[in-house]
């Protein structure tokens, strides 16, 4: 069974700083491409960032330069270093895996940023 913990969320001021955090269990996580996405109110589910197996990584327009995905193969866990927070940044974030074509998904962590 696949399991994806996320954990990290709150309330922040902008120009303030989180860390997400996702656990992972129940797949092959060094081989699986991990991401996060977010989804405000109102709006559609977007992709924030992903760093496939090799450490690769790619960004939204919009946090780049100020969100960093890593991971960490030895602990099953993926992380989202947020910086610079805006009141836009306000969404839930899910934790995504995806491994031989098939995602799963986290539950979410929400994330408030207040001006």
């Known amino acids: 069974q696949v399991q994806l913990v996320e954990s990290g969320g709150g309330l922040v001021q902008a120009g303030g700083s989180l860390r997400l955090s996702c656990a992972a269990s129940?797949?092959?996580?060094?081989?699986?491409?991990m991401a996060w996405y977010r989804q405000a109110p109102g709006k559609q589910r977007e992709l924030v960032a992903r760093i496939t197996s090799g450490g690769r990584s790619n960004y939204a327009d919009s946090v780049t330069g100020r969100f960093t995905i890593s991971r960490d193969n030895a602990k099953n866990t993926v992380y989202l270093q947020m910086n610079s927070l805006k009141p836009e940044d306000t969404a839930v974030y899910y934790c995504?895996?995806?491994?031989?074509?098939?995602?799963?998904w986290g539950k979410g962590t929400l994330v408030t940023v207040s001006s």
């Open positions: 995504n895996a995806n491994q031989y074509s098939l995602n799963y």
């Open positions: 129940g797949i092959i996580f060094s081989i699986s491409t």
